[in-house]
């Protein structure tokens, strides 16, 4: 009866290691990151996320930059006010504006859903929100 139990359980435990193994050692491609070089707006759980003249449809939680859900921008005015002093903004929706070559600008709405118009300046250039989970 010993025996018996011995080899079942040597058994059991092969098909646990062959599991664990099985588990951890995928040939899973990485996620393709799509890049919202142009445009991002959230609406609700999901993102528009424009790039490449591309827009997609993604899961909000599957967008960052450097961990967090906003792209930093400097040289920021408040949009459609008299005051002229320039702030840092945590941009969470964005959009970059180009139709008129001399006033090259990004749209950002921060997560007070306050707007601004931001310089394109060095430091804001290049700073973009990547979405994993979308789909055009």
């Avoid at 664990?20 to 445009?39: F, M």
């Avoid at 006033?103 to 060095?122: E, I, Q, R, T």
């Avoid at 700073?127 to 789909?135: A, E, I, N, P, R």
Wanted: hydrophobic content about 35%; glycine content about 6%; some cysteine.
């Amino acid at each position: 009866m010993l025996h018996v139990f011995l080899k079942l359980s040597i058994l059991l435990f092969s098909f646990l290691i062959h599991d664990v193994s099985g588990a951890t050692s995928t040939n899973d491609p990485p996620p393709v990151i799509h890049s919202c070089n142009t445009k991002f707006r959230i609406l609700g759980d999901r993102a528009e996320c424009t790039g490449a003249d591309v827009v997609r449809n993604c899961a909000y939680k599957s967008c960052w930059l450097a961990g967090h859900q906003y792209i930093p921008m400097t040289e920021c005015k408040l949009e459609k006010s008299t005051d002229k002093r320039l702030s840092h903004q945590e941009c969470a929706q964005y959009e970059f504006i180009d139709s008129d070559l001399r006033d090259v600008h990004f749209k950002c709405k921060n997560p007070g859903l306050v707007d601004y118009l931001c310089a394109d300046n060095a430091n804001n250039i290049g700073k973009v929100l990547g979405c994993s989970d979308c789909y055009p």
